[in-house]
């Protein structure tokens, strides 16, 4: 157990529609980090926070958003769904400060299917 | 800009063989590099990192690996590779141990392991 907690584990749904994945990091971890991981484009960075700031987009598609809250728990935001979006969403969190270990520690994902 | 390349998208060993999964990195500054582990259904789990300490690493289960600057390698070697070895294996790259840097991934090794 990472300590980093995603839901919903599975989600189904159909092309056009809206979710929400959501993410809590490890405790006292301020950093979280979204990957998407899917069969052709491999594991890829899509977002980062800190203390609820974004830090760093990587390939973040316009349809899609995210943000953390005062809690530090993440949301990503996923709109306009296409077939092509179904994939694993990981999130994870990373120690800072004097607890910085220099790894990422990745909860089980969120596995979506568009239909 | 860094990058990680994995040689081998699927490697298979017979069980008490030696598993050797090859990484090259490229970057602009001394990198810090990792390999995580995803085993069916689950996350990505650190098997270990390298972060300019010693440049023999050891990781959990058996597994080490070796920073070879001169190479821009870190492979990934268990001496005796056992069945529940079988995972695919992700090797890692960042520019940074501290602030907010995030992991580049490279594609994947799927470690098949014959009995």
């Known amino acids: 157990d990472s300590g980093v907690t995603q839901t919903p584990k599975h989600l189904i749904t159909a092309t056009g529609q809206r979710v929400t994945l959501r993410c809590s990091p490890r405790s006292g971890d301020l950093s979280v980090y979204w990957y998407q991981q899917s069969l052709d484009q491999g594991l890829q960075f899509l977002i980062q926070?800190?203390?609820?700031?974004?830090?760093a987009k990587g390939n973040i598609l316009e349809r899609f958003s995210a943000q953390q809250f005062p809690d530090l728990h993440s949301e990503l935001n996923l709109s306009s769904l296409e077939l092509g979006d179904s994939a694993l969403y990981f999130c994870?969190?990373?120690?800072?400060?004097?607890?910085?270990?220099?790894?990422?520690?990745f909860g089980e994902g969120s596995r979506l299917t568009v239909l | 800009a860094q990058s990680v390349t994995q040689l081998g998208s699927h490697v298979s060993v017979s069980e008490g063989a030696l598993v050797l999964l090859r990484c090259n990195y490229s970057?602009?500054?001394?990198?810090?590099l990792f390999w995580y582990v995803q085993y069916p259904n689950q996350g990505l789990q650190l098997l270990l990192k390298y972060t300019s300490a010693a440049t023999l690493v050891k990781g959990i289960n058996g597994f080490e690996a070796e920073f070879k600057k001169s190479e821009t390698s870190f492979h990934l070697t268990k001496p005796s590779a056992h069945m529940s070895d079988a995972a695919e294996y992700f090797c890692a790259v960042s520019l940074s141990n501290f602030g907010n840097e995030k992991l580049t991934f490279g594609t994947g090794t799927r470690l098949t392991i014959i009995p």
């Open positions: 994870a969190s990373r120690p800072t400060g004097d607890r910085e270990t220099g790894e990422l520690f």
């Open positions: 970057s602009s500054v001394p990198p810090y």
């Open positions: 926070y800190y203390n609820g700031e974004e830090r």
